[in-house]
Each structure stands twice: as C-alpha cells, then as structure tokens.
T-cell receptor
Framework: GAGVSQSPSNKVTEKGKDVELRCDPI?????LYWYRQSLGQGLEFLIY????????KSGLPSDRFSAERTGGSVSTLTIQRTQQEDSAVYLC????????????FGPGTRLTVL | GQQLNQSPQSMFIQEGEDVSMNCTSS?????WLWYKQDPGEGPVLLIA?????ELTSNGRLTAQFGITRKDSFLNISASIPSDVGIYFC???????????FGTGTRLTVIP
C-alpha cells in the first residue's frame, strides 16, 4: 500500500490480558516509530527502530511494553498484563532513508482496557 | 525533559478568517514540523522546516522556524470548514531519533 497501515484499528481487552498491535510501514522506509496518544493529548514517543541497529527503547513506560521489527519491515508492539491507564491510541510512523525528519503516520490502533 | 508549549489550546473562528498558532520549546531544535490530525486518523504532515528563519508555505498555510530555534508558528489564511482538526507542532533536536510533540491546537471553523 501507499501509506503506513496498522491493525487492528480498534482493540478492546480486559485488564491483565496481553495485546499485540501491528504496523506495516511504507515500503522502503528504513526507520519506524511507535507513539502513544492519550485522549486530548499530544504524542508520546515509545520506541524507534532504524535498520539493523539496536532499537531506542527510551520511551517505553514500563517493562510490560516491548516491540519487535522483523526483517526490517513489519513491527509489533506488545503490551503485557494490560492496565486501564494503557488505554490510548497507539500510532506508528515511518521515515525514508537519507536523514529526513518527516514522519509518516498510520491511522493508529485505539486500545481500550476495561 | 523536553517540553513544547503550544498555544492556543483551542480556537473558534469564522470561515474566511486567518489563524495563527505557535510553539515554543525549552531547548534548541534542528527541525520543526507541523501536523494536522483529523478524528480517527493519524497526524498528516503539513510543513517541514530545517533552517532558523526559514519561512515556508503550503497553499494557504505558512510556517516559520524561529531565529532562536526555540519557536515556530503556523498561519492559516482564509480558513475553510475542512481546516477543522487538531494541529500539532513537533521538533527534533540535533542527533535525536524522536520528535517531541506539542499538546495540539484544536481548530473549529464556523461556516
């Protein structure tokens, strides 16, 4: 596809369950970001992948959060033992190579933890 | 930590009016970006700025990278109903991987 895609678009889960959120970046984009957006707030950086380098995990709020990027393309964000405060929209963005800063965002996954 | 102050938080304007919003940071940025987010969608890039003092236009939108490198503004001229949405500024420090985002300006255009 032409843009960043994310799935599912909505996820409702019970407190304590694990969830996996998926991101397909734009083909050829080498860097991938995950952000979290709470209701009415700006975007909070979570994690960054660039090529084969070790990911920058400095934004992950707790050890319940982890992410993988397989084959330099698709990424999965996993939240274990979800809590109600994890409810938010999780956004993925990708950047093309060459030092550009413009991030292209997917539509997000709205996570609701009951 | 890095803080971006974006103002105003919300605006209600009449169709046809001009709009201005701005962001200030607590430290120097090498890049300023402006995004628009519609309900249920991810942010869409409007304008990217890379040099202090740079003034860039995209249709009815104009943005400037402040000469102190700690601020940026976005102007929208002759607003139309489809300008409704939330506008975010974002900045990146030299050598940093991530963007820092403002808290957004919610724009409502009254026809």
């Amino acid at each position: 596809g032409a843009g960043v895609s994310q799935s599912p678009s909505n996820k409702v889960t019970e407190k304590g369950k694990d969830v996996e959120l998926r991101c397909d970046p734009i083909s050829g984009h080498t860097a991938l970001y995950w952000y979290r957006q709470s209701l009415g707030q700006g975007l909070e950086f979570l994690i960054y992948f660039q090529g084969n380098s070790a990911p920058d995990k400095s934004g992950l709020p707790s050890d319940r959060f982890s992410a993988e990027r397989t084959g330099g393309s698709v990424s999965t964000l996993t939240i274990q033992r979800t809590q109600q405060e994890d409810s938010a929209v999780y956004l993925c963005a990708s950047i093309r190579a060459g030092g550009y800063s413009e991030q292209f965002f997917g539509p997000g996954t709205r996570l609701t933890v009951l | 930590g890095q803080q971006l102050n974006q103002s105003p938080q919300s605006m209600f304007i009449q169709e046809g009016e001009d709009v201005s919003m701005n962001c200030t940071s607590s430290s120097i940025f090498n890049t300023w970006l402006w995004y628009k987010q519609d309900p249920g969608e991810g942010p869409v890039l409007l304008i990217a700025l890379y040099k202090a003092g740079e003034l860039t236009s995209n249709g009815r939108l104009t943005a400037q990278f402040g000469i102190t490198r700690k601020d940026s503004f976005l102007n929208i001229s002759a607003s139309i109903p489809s300008d409704v949405g939330i506008y975010f500024c974002a900045g990146q420090e030299a050598g940093a991987n991530n963007l820092f985002f403002g808290t957004g300006t919610r724009l409502t255009v009254i026809p």
